[in-house]
């Protein structure tokens, strides 16, 4: 019988070559060198982890873009 290449979902493997990881390796530098610049975070975009599905509720429909939790 065939074994299957399938991943269970609960399995949490980490690639060192990933397509991300090759992506990031890549732009590393244009960080580094000031090329490259990241997208602002707004202050309203920021909220505790403990309130992430409000959060993310509240993303739904609104003109923010992105969300980011602050873990500490």
């Not at 609960?10 to 990881?21: C, T």
């Not at 580094?32 to 599905?53: E, M, S, V, Y």
């Amino acid at each position: 019988m065939r074994q299957s290449s399938r991943v269970p979902r609960n399995s949490h493997q980490v690639n060192r070559d990933s397509d991300s990881a090759v992506i990031l390796r890549t732009a590393l530098p244009g960080f580094a060198n000031g090329d490259l610049k990241p997208f602002p975070i707004l202050p309203h975009a920021i909220c505790p982890f403990a309130d992430a599905r409000a959060a993310c509720r509240a993303m739904i429909g609104s003109l923010c873009d992105r969300i980011v939790f602050d873990l500490r």
